[in-house]
Structure formats: C-alpha cells, structure tokens
C-alpha cells in the first residue's frame, strides 16, 4: 500500500453528502390553506380551518389541524373558541396561554371592529350590523353580561357599556344607575342587551319587569328605550319586536 493511500482513506478529499430531511408535510398544508383563504376568503372555510389560520403564528412549529378541531369540537364554533375563557381554553392539550392570549387578542379585534362599523351608522335603520355586532360580542359568552348602548339624537352610538357581568343566569341591574349613566352622557335613547349563556334568547318573566321599570323611569326624562335585545347562541329575541314593553 503506498503511504498516501492510508491517509487517502482515514481523510477523503470531501465529506459525504448529508442527505437533507425533508420539511415537515404540514409546511405544505399551511402554504396551500393561505392560498384558499386569499382566493376564495373566510367564506370558503369551515370553522378549523379558519381557527388553524388564527394558530399559525401562535404555533409556528407543530401542525396544528389537530388542536384546531379539537377546540371546535370542545367549544363548538369558531366563534365560541374565541369567547371562551382563558381558563377554559387551556384545559384543552396544547393551548398554552400564549396560545389563549392570541386568540382573545383576535376576538378583541373583531370586536372593536364591529363596534367600529356602528359609530357613524343611524342604528335604527343598521339593525342588522346592530345585532350582528350584538351576537358577536355577547351571544357565546359563558355568563350572563347586561350591555347598553347610548344613543344621540340622531340615533347614532355615543357610548357602548357592559353595565354588568353576573352567573350563567343572571346579571343585577339597577335601573336607576341606568338612568343616571344615560343623563352624564347626554344620551337621549338607549338600547339595552344581554346574553342567555343557556342558548336560549327567550326572555324571562324578570327580563321583562325589569325592562318595563327602565322605561318607567326613563320616560319623564325624556330617554327613550328603543329595544331590550336578547341574544343566545341560537338567535335573538327582540322584547320590542314582541310587544313587550
């Protein structure tokens, strides 16, 4: 053997290639889910789809189709994963709460969206960018929220108020703190809302005195009620629209 071929052997001109790992499959999946999004939009996407589109950044490295459907199995909807606490949604495996943090960054921004979409809007005649607006900020809420809307004279939203948050099946309400809300800002309507976290938006027995005592004492001052909307995960009651006050 000559003397260069040992060293020749024990140190090759080059390394070997090193074969290169392929990318993860959900690579793919992500690039593809972008492009439906962006050719087709929301429209076009069941509820984890679009949830998996929300995770992408909260969860850069992991497929998460899984923890997707997971959540919407648990909390039933798109929008019922972003409603729910962040206590609730890190029950589920794999929401860390960075993970929670963004997704009720998102529901915060819809919200502030659609509240956006009202300012400049006669609301009377906009009901319904009122109760879209209603159903996405309250109807999927885990306990009871009683919110007020403070209008001027021309309809349009001065002021948008949660006045309460209560149990799963009742909120306090003091009438007369109402009232005196209604008179700091000028407000000469209201339209009063709360959620049923039970789904069911019909109103109670006290959904209907209580409303009927606001309007008692806000009518010498020349405040009117416009409607008491109840909103539920399946639909929207108006006590107006029923004759109930």
Same mark, same amino acid.
């Given at each position: 053997?000559?003397?260069?071929?040992?060293?020749?052997?024990?140190?090759?001109?080059?390394?070997?290639?090193?074969?290169?790992?392929?990318?993860?499959?959900?690579?793919?999946?992500?690039?593809?889910?972008?492009? &439906?999004?962006?050719?087709?939009?929301?429209?076009?996407?069941?509820?984890?789809?679009?949830?998996?589109?929300?995770?992408?950044?909260?969860?850069?490295?992991?497929?998460?189709?899984?923890?997707?459907?997971?959540?919407?199995?648990?909390?039933?909807?798109?929008?019922?994963?972003?409603?729910?606490?962040?206590?609730?949604?890190?029950?589920?495996?794999?929401?860390?709460?960075?993970?929670?943090?963004?997704?009720?960054?998102?529901?915060?921004?819809?919200?502030?969206?659609?509240?956006?979409?009202?300012?400049?809007?006669?609301?009377?005649?906009?009901?319904?960018?009122?109760?879209?607006?209603?159903?996405?900020?309250?109807?999927?809420?885990?306990?009871?929220?009683?919110?007020?809307?403070?209008?001027? &004279?021309?309809?349009?939203?001065?002021?948008?108020?949660?006045?309460?948050?209560?149990?799963?099946?009742?909120?306090?309400?003091?009438?007369?703190?109402?009232?005196?809300?209604?008179?700091?800002?000028?407000?000469?309507?209201?339209?009063?809302?709360?959620?049923?976290?039970?789904?069911?938006?019909?109103?109670?027995?006290?959904?209907?005195?209580?409303?009927?005592?606001?309007?008692?004492?806000?009518?010498?001052? &020349?405040?009117?009620?416009?409607?008491?909307?109840?909103?539920?995960?399946?639909?929207?009651?108006?006590?107006?629209?029923?004759?109930?006050?």
């Amino acid at each position: 053997m000559a003397a260069g071929d040992g060293a020749a052997g024990l140190f090759p001109d080059s390394a070997a290639p090193v074969a290169k790992e392929p990318p993860p499959h959900f690579h793919g999946h992500r690039d593809r889910l972008r492009e &439906k999004f962006a050719v087709a939009g929301a429209e076009a996407l069941p509820d984890y789809e679009l949830l998996e589109l929300v995770l992408f950044r909260a969860i850069p490295r992991r497929d998460v189709k899984p923890l997707a459907k997971a959540l919407v199995a648990r909390f039933g909807s798109f929008a019922e994963v972003l409603s729910a606490e962040p206590a609730r949604l890190m029950e589920v495996e794999g929401v860390s709460a960075g993970v929670a943090a963004d997704l009720k960054l998102i529901e915060a921004a819809g919200r502030r969206l659609a509240r956006g979409a009202l300012r400049e809007r006669e609301l009377l005649n906009s009901w319904s960018a009122l109760s879209e607006y209603l159903r996405a900020t309250m109807a999927f809420a885990a306990r009871e929220e009683f919110r007020i809307l403070f209008l001027d &004279k021309r309809n349009h939203l001065i002021a948008d108020e949660v006045q309460g948050r209560g149990t799963v099946d009742h909120t306090p309400v003091y009438p007369r703190e109402v009232a005196r809300r209604a008179l700091e800002l000028s407000a000469t309507a209201i339209i009063l809302a709360h959620n049923h976290p039970s789904g069911d938006p019909a109103p109670s027995a006290a959904d209907v005195a209580m409303t009927r005592e606001i309007v008692s004492i806000l009518a010498p001052l &020349k405040i009117v009620v416009h409607d008491h909307v109840i909103l539920g995960r399946n639909g929207h009651a108006s006590l107006k629209g029923l004759k109930l006050f």
